[in-house]
């Protein structure tokens, strides 16, 4: 179960960025050695989508 700070990120702060920050056992379980998450890799080259920023 992932800790109390990794599921609740600052304002300001990327839920997804954070949460993997955090408790990257837990987010990243299905990924085999050396795998980047989908999602990270979005967030890497696209920037943050605005619904995920916490007000």
């Not at 179960?1 to 304002?11: G, K």
């Not at 990327?14 to 987010?27: K, N, P």
């Amino acid at each position: 179960m992932a800790s109390d700070r990794a599921t609740n990120p600052p304002r300001g702060e990327c839920t997804h960025c954070w949460f993997h920050a955090y408790a990257s056992r837990q987010a990243q379980v299905g990924l085999g050695p050396r795998e980047d998450c989908p999602q990270c890799v979005d967030h890497m080259k696209n920037g943050h989508p605005t619904h995920m920023i916490v007000r």
